[in-house]
């Protein structure tokens, strides 16, 4: 039996038939591939992924393919939405290398659909087809592995079928005004703009945010400056002319805020425990550290807010001064300009405040250390699982969740109470803060790690009140920067992409309309161990000079490039003063010979 027949007969049936001939041609006319970026070739632009990046081998075609890496409770998702005509037939497909990679397509309004395979060592086509539903404008395409089953690769994925008519876009927007005015930020709104579905908010003529409501506040900016915003309204057809310009100052700092150098050496002093590097008189600390942190106030238990700051007992440091002798070299140096802090937390103090009471706690016992020893203010050191967020917290800017919530209220009550000249720094780890560009809490499906970004919401919240974020760039895994690629400790390329994320801001969890701003430069300070003996993650004085140079000359930068030039980089901090002088003082002489 010749099985081509029918097809061949079926063929010239359609060509005796102008009328099917003419509908068949147009139809295929209008079909176009409506994939934006499916070979990657742009790196992600146009997809969202959970743990994806771009690589240049294995490709299937040009010159970049997706590496996405599934872990224990992430399947690294990487989607698309697409904009489609309703009623319309569509053909997805994509090549794809690894084991258990699906790709599929949903919100189509009739049969969601999706295709997979077991195995494919080398590219291997998948396909499938779908037809829209009647009122289907939008369908997101998707591709991803399974649940720790190692990387999987895609390449030139496309979506082919008529495309949605282009349309026009929206009018400028109109009635934007500014509202509530810090040193660091501006309230915006504005009046809707019919057919819109996002809008671009512009700060002095470059884009600095992208939202889906009629309100935004940009952060991140210089006190006592005058700025100048406008705002476009978006759609699928494209941007609108911008709005009329609306300017606004920004306010003084509150009684202008700590008096710091311009450039401050921060660093932690072992006080009530000594261990390998030895006990550390606070009078024999060199005047080049600007910002002393007493390591560490901690809670009677983890739930209880009640913090106690015990010195170190003369049976384990036999050096140790007292209480009379403490105090009085804790005065010589804020006679000196030296700030003196409090640090809560750090490795063994995890702290929890689930309840108010325990953020009522927190505040007395806190203020107790402050107003007993006469300190300048508190650092935040919580790790381990003092911050996670619950299941239902997806916004940092309107967190719920109430160890977050309890621990803001608790800061800006403190930070009331002291006034202007309260020093507030907090040192989170790299997982707490920068992660938050690829994750944030338990996630869209659930299954990742609640303490992704949980730093986030308690930063953002006080950013009008932080004197110093100095986050731990040490004891990290490999973490993705803005360029999309991973990077690991041990070089001035991880501070550099580290720091760059936190002056530059960042789309959390890859939503390009939830974007963390920037902090100013003179409230962030790069954190780094002092030695090899004092945390992974150590990099020789060369590798820290490279980063200061890229970071507040934009020279000597290797293979990151920076968005931005940030001379008034408030300066270093480091684990720890006493590791420091156990290697011979190298970290300090670093800085005091950049900085002098």
């Not at 969601?112 to 395409?141: H, K, M």
Request: aromatic content about 8%.
């Amino acid at each position: 039996m010749d099985r081509f027949r029918p097809l061949a007969l079926l063929t010239a049936v359609a060509l005796a038939l102008p009328g099917l001939t003419a509908l068949s041609s147009a139809a295929r006319a209008a079909d176009a591939d409506l994939t934006r970026n499916g070979g990657f070739e742009a790196g992600l632009d146009g997809w969202t992924c959970t743990a994806g990046t771009t690589v240049g081998s294995p490709v299937r075609t040009g010159s970049s393919a997706l590496q996405a890496t599934p872990g224990g409770g992430d399947n690294a998702r990487c989607a698309q939405t697409v904009t489609v005509r309703p009623d319309s037939q569509y053909t997805l497909s994509g090549y794809v290398r690894g084991s258990y990679v699906h790709l599929g397509a949903s919100g189509t309004g009739t049969t969601d659909v999706s295709t997979w395979t077991q195995s494919a060592p080398a590219w291997q086509q998948l396909t499938t087809t779908f037809r829209t539903g009647p009122a289907t404008t939008r369908v997101t395409v998707y591709t991803h592995g399974w649940y720790g089953t190692g990387a999987y690769h895609a390449d030139d994925i496309s979506l082919v079928g008529p495309g949605a008519d282009a349309g026009q876009p929206p009018a400028a927007p109109t009635g934007l005004k500014a509202g509530t005015v810090t040193s660091s930020s501006v309230a915006l709104s504005w009046s809707p703009s019919p057919g819109a579905t996002s809008y671009a908010v512009y700060r002095n003529g470059v884009k600095a945010q992208t939202v889906t409501g009629t309100s935004a506040t940009v952060g991140g900016l210089s006190p006592s400056t005058a700025y100048g915003f406008q705002v476009a309204a978006v759609n699928d057809a494209g941007e609108s002319a911008k709005s009329a310009a609306v300017t606004a100052t920004t306010a003084q700092p509150g009684g202008g805020g700590p008096d710091l150098p311009a450039h401050a050496l921060v660093g932690y002093l072992h006080t009530s425990f000594a261990n390998g590097s030895g006990y550390t008189r606070l009078a024999d600390v060199p005047d080049s550290w600007d910002v002393i942190d007493l390591a560490f106030g901690e809670p009677t238990s983890i739930t209880s807010g009640d913090i106690r700051f015990d010195r170190c007992p003369v049976t384990e440091c036999p050096n140790v001064e007292s209480d009379a002798d403490f105090k009085a070299a804790l005065k010589a140096k804020q006679a000196a300009g030296k700030k003196v802090l409090i640090s809560i937390g750090g490795q063994n103090g995890q702290v929890q405040l689930t309840t108010a009471a325990a953020r009522d706690t927190f505040v007395t016992s806190v203020s107790k250390i402050i107003d007993e020893y006469g300190l300048d203010g508190l650092d935040i050191d919580f790790e381990g699982h003092s911050l996670s967020l619950n299941a239902d917290d997806t916004d940092f800017k309107n967190p719920k969740t109430p160890v977050i919530v309890n621990l803001i209220a608790a800061l800006k009550t403190l930070k009331a109470r002291y006034g202007d000249d309260f020093v507030l720094t907090m040192a989170p780890e790299t997982f707490f803060v920068q992660i938050g560009y690829q994750y944030y809490g338990t996630g869209p499906w659930g299954g990742q790690d609640p303490r992704a970004g949980a730093y986030l919401p308690v930063i953002h919240a006080l950013r009008d009140d932080l004197t110093l974020l100095h986050v731990q760039d040490y004891n990290s895994g490999p973490i993705m920067g803005l360029d999309n690629q991973y990077h690991s400790m041990g070089g001035a390329d991880f501070h550099i992409a580290m720091t760059d994320m936190l002056l530059t801001g960042f789309p959390v969890a890859g939503d390009a309309s939830n974007v963390f701003p920037p902090l100013r430069p003179d409230q962030v300070a790069i954190g780094m161990p002092a030695s090899t003996n004092a945390g992974n993650g150590h990099v020789p004085a060369a590798e820290v000079t490279r980063t200061l140079d890229c970071l507040t000359k934009r020279t000597n930068c290797g293979s990151y490039t920076t968005h931005g030039t940030w001379p008034a980089l408030r300066g270093l901090m480091t684990w720890s003063i006493n590791w420091d002088r156990y290697g011979g003082w190298e970290f300090q002489r670093t800085f005091d010979g950049y900085f002098g």
